[in-house]
């Protein structure tokens, strides 16, 4: 099974920044690539949504919410996808997840991975 891997959250003051990072591994054997990445949200009580993806070749994608204030990367050597999340705002607090649609290994493909996720909070 693919494992996702996030860090980075904290609790930060709003204005402030973080960068969270999701790395992807495989236990028994060797990741190929891995297509698009996304990062997810989930405050409490409310539906868990997009907030920015990726694509293999790198094209980045935001929801409207963040447009402007998060950046998204990849790191294709270190099988790594990154948020840089500026200019932080209270209503920005919520679980942030990675999520790999596709993953190609050596032992085949692997669909729909997720983190655990990572928890960021942002004090007014």
């Given at each position: 099974?693919?494992?996702?891997?996030?860090?980075?959250?904290?609790?930060?003051?709003?204005?402030?920044?973080?960068?969270?990072?999701?790395?992807?591994?495989?236990a028994?054997?060797?990741?190929?690539?891995?297509?698009?990445?996304?990062?997810?949200?989930?405050?409490?009580?409310?539906?868990?949504?997009?907030?920015?993806?990726?694509?293999?070749?790198?094209?980045?994608?935001?929801?409207?919410?963040?447009?402007?204030?998060?950046t998204?990367?990849?790191?294709?050597?270190?099988?790594?996808?990154?948020?840089?999340?500026?200019?932080?705002?209270?209503?920005?607090?919520?679980?942030?997840?990675?999520?790999?649609?596709?993953?190609?290994?050596?032992?085949?493909?692997?669909?729909?991975?997720?983190?655990?996720?990572?928890?960021v909070?942002?004090?007014?």
């Amino acid at each position: 099974q693919v494992q996702l891997v996030e860090s980075g959250g904290g609790l930060v003051q709003a204005g402030g920044s973080l960068r969270l990072s999701c790395a992807a591994s495989f236990a028994t054997g060797s990741i190929f690539s891995f297509n698009a990445m996304d990062w997810y949200r989930q405050a409490p009580g409310k539906q868990r949504e997009l907030v920015a993806g990726i694509t293999g070749g790198g094209s980045p994608n935001y929801a409207d919410s963040v447009k402007d204030r998060f950046t998204i990367s990849r790191d294709n050597d270190k099988n790594t996808v990154y948020l840089q999340m500026n200019s932080l705002k209270p209503e920005d607090t919520a679980v942030y997840y990675c999520n790999a649609p596709i993953v190609a290994t050596n032992r085949g493909i692997f669909y729909d991975s997720w983190g655990q996720g990572t928890q960021v909070t942002v004090s007014s």
